[in-house]
């Protein structure tokens, strides 16, 4: 457990077991790693304010690589949303706004992955016709009740989405459920 937690190193730190913050999170410069894939361990930031996490680089050269969990009970709008600042090497930030739709408290968890998402190949088209090859995200959340909320996802070069806004404007994001 840490009351505060500052990222300042270039080469980053690992956690070797699930850490909470109970503060605020600072991701100056430098990734964070945590264990990869569900179930494992991640990075918590318990305080439910939505400033809970900062960074005096934009995030530009600081974010989770792995696991990351938070706490939340503010509703959302455009200006009012959790950040979750997950990315993967060096090069590949791809964070997560949450708007929050109750002032339900609830527990999210994020993580952003390259390749090929699970089961793929499975489509039920249509709607949708195929699914990212080069990247997806892992996210869940656990509520007392109900914890409605609205997600963005991000995207780069990187993420072969068209330039095009009529192919752009198509994109859906799916849900599976094993």
């Given amino acids: ?74 509703v959302g709008s455009l200006a009012t949303f959790y950040l979750f600042p997950v990315g993967k090497t060096d090069t590949l930030f791809a964070p997560v706004r949450l708007e929050k739709a109750t002032v339900n408290p609830a527990v999210w968890t994020v993580e952003y992955f390259t390749g090929f ?21 892992e996210m869940t959340g656990v509520a007392v009740a109900d914890a409605s909320a609205k997600v963005s996802l991000s995207w780069r070069g990187y993420s072969r989405v068209s330039s095009n806004a009529l192919f752009r404007d198509s994109l859906i994001v799916a849900q599976y459920i094993n």
Wanted: charged share 15%; proline share 4%; glycine share 6%.
């Fill in 1 to 74: 457990r840490f009351y505060d937690l500052t990222m300042r190193n270039s080469a980053g730190d690992t956690l070797l077991s699930s850490c909470e913050v109970r503060n605020v999170l600072n991701l100056d410069t430098g990734n964070i790693f945590t264990r990869s894939g569900y179930g494992n361990d991640s990075l918590w930031v318990s305080n439910p304010a939505i400033n809970a996490i900062a960074s005096t680089s934009n995030y530009s050269t600081s974010w989770v690589n792995g696991r990351l969990s938070r706490s939340g009970n503010v």
């Fill in 117 to 137: 998402p699970f089961d793929y190949l499975n489509v039920f088209s249509p709607p949708i016709d195929h699914i990212s090859r080069v990247e997806y995200w």
